[in-house]
T-cell receptor
């Protein structure tokens, strides 16, 4: 079955520490996205990538970094520069030409700063 | 400036009745509108979409209506079932290479269907 795998499901970070969230897809989708969800709020776009070795900042990119070395993988690093990283992080993918089919989302990673 | 707004944080309906979830948008460049359903601690799942050239799209118990002049869309669920209880997100996307298929989401509406 095709899908998106996010790991880990739960992650705890100490102050000043960088952490990396994994996102892998086997859907052969060109585009991948990272969103952040805070309680009672919608999804806000962090970074997105249309093709390998290329990515763009979303609405709240400060304190985050990404890479897209392979089509299947789009890891997100939450750096120490992100002042309020505690949130639920969602990775998604799609074929930009098939916007009527929406995104396929992973099951999310809950990051907590301790 | 929130481009996609869901003004009702929550909605409660009786099983078997109709659920109507509303969404407003401000960006006239949006040309696809989507609804997602989300359970706690899970990723959203795509439910139904509508193109801006249509005013209605139906899929089983789910129907989405689009009123472009009012920049308003709604999701109707008939009949509502307890398993429909979830958070529903409205999303919109604009075409063009620079938009890269990305979507803008509303804050969600929590639907509770009571048995």
């Amino acid at each position: 079955d095709g899908g998106i795998t996010q790991s880990p499901k739960y992650l705890f970070r100490k102050e000043g520490q960088n952490v990396t969230l994994s996102c892998e897809q086997n859907l052969n989708h060109d585009a991948m996205y990272w969103y952040r969800q805070d309680p009672g709020q919608g999804l806000r776009l962090i970074y997105y990538s249309q093709i390998v070795n290329d990515f763009q900042k979303g609405d709240i990119a400060e304190g985050y970094s990404v890479s897209r070395e392979k089509k299947e993988s789009f890891p997100l690093t939450v750096t120490s520069a992100q002042k309020n990283p505690t949130a639920f992080y969602l990775c998604a993918s799609n074929r930009p030409g098939d916007r009527n089919y929406g995104y396929t989302f992973g099951s999310g990673t809950r990051l907590t700063v301790v | 400036d929130q481009q996609v707004k869901q003004n009702s944080p929550s909605l409660s309906v009786q099983e078997g009745r109709i659920s109507i979830l509303n969404c407003d948008y401000t960006n006239s460049m949006f040309d696809y509108f989507l609804w997602y359903k989300k359970y706690p601690a899970e990723g959203p799942t795509f439910l139904i979409s509508i193109s801006s050239i249509k005013d209605k799209n139906e899929d089983g118990r789910f129907t989405v209506f689009l009123n472009k002049s009012a920049k308003h869309l709604s999701l109707h669920i008939v009949p509502s079932q307890p398993g429909d209880s979830a958070v529903y997100f409205c999303a919109a996307s604009a075409g063009g290479v620079t938009n890269a298929g990305k979507s803008t989401f509303g804050d969600g509406t929590t639907l509770t269907v009571k048995p």
